[in-house]
């Protein structure tokens, strides 16, 4: 297993388009989460998964982003309608949950540009 | 709710010269404590972690970071960087019971010849 796997790396879209990325998480791992990366500024969180099911999501989440996790393997993230502000890096992370804290481990990212 | 300051948004320090990188951060209950570096057009990699034990931590390259639980801090440090430890660090914090991870903004380290 190579790691946490995200496509595509780099996205361009017009705004208003829809987009949707794709992570799959280190095969034994039960957690995944996505962050929004923006230059300068550190990685903010979005929601995650444990298993198929999704805990938490952030404010940041607004109703035109959503997260799936089918069987609690892969996960997308898809942006309906999408606007300049959603330029970003948008990061995906897995992790074993084990009830003494949580080592993520990372994917390089997608990189959205709404043009 | 969990935050995270880190008090410098660049430090530059001459190569073979000590760094430390600061961290505060802001809870109401206990936390774990992370660093992790991003080198230039690589994803986040962990450097270390604090859970519990030993306030001073040890990590990959050479870094370490020490847990004050009176200062809330967990501030990171090398005796002597290298050129290639040119890269954005950020730290973490991660509520017990909460696994998520919150970021602080990071620190861009850069190395002068």
């Known amino acids: 297993d190579t790691g946490v796997s995200q496509d595509p790396r780099h996205k361009i879209t017009k705004r208003g388009q829809n987009v949707t990325f794709r992570c799959d998480p280190i095969?034994?791992?039960?957690?995944l989460y996505w962050y929004r990366q923006t230059l300068g500024q550190g990685p903010e969180f979005l929601t995650y998964?444990?298993?198929?099911?999704?805990?938490?999501k952030s404010r940041l989440l607004s109703d035109r982003f959503s997260a799936e996790r089918p069987k609690g393997s892969f996960s997308t993230l898809e942006i309906q309608r999408t606007e300049q502000g959603d330029s970003a890096m948008y990061l995906c992370a897995s992790s074993l949950e084990r009830g003494t804290g949580t080592e993520a481990f990372f994917g390089q990212g997608t990189r959205l540009t709404v043009v | 709710a969990q935050s995270v300051t880190q008090l410098d948004s660049q430090v530059p320090v001459f190569e073979e010269a000590p760094v430390e990188l600061r961290c505060n951060y802001s809870?109401?209950?206990?936390?774990?404590l992370f660093w992790y570096v991003q080198y230039p057009n690589q994803g986040l990699q962990l450097l270390l972690k604090y859970l519990s034990g030993s306030t001073l931590v040890k990590g990959i390259n050479g870094f370490e970071a020490e847990f004050n639980k009176s200062q809330t801090s967990f501030h990171l440090r090398k005796p002597s960087v290298h050129i290639s430890d040119t890269a954005e660090y950020f730290c973490?914090?991660?509520?017990?019971?909460?696994?998520?991870?919150?970021f602080g903004k990071g620190t861009r380290l850069h190395i002068l010849p």
């Open positions: 998964f444990q298993n198929e099911a999704q805990l938490e």
């Open positions: 973490a914090v991660s509520a017990y019971g909460d696994d998520k991870i919150i």
């Open positions: 809870s109401s209950v206990s936390v774990y």
């Open positions: 095969s034994e791992h039960n957690r």
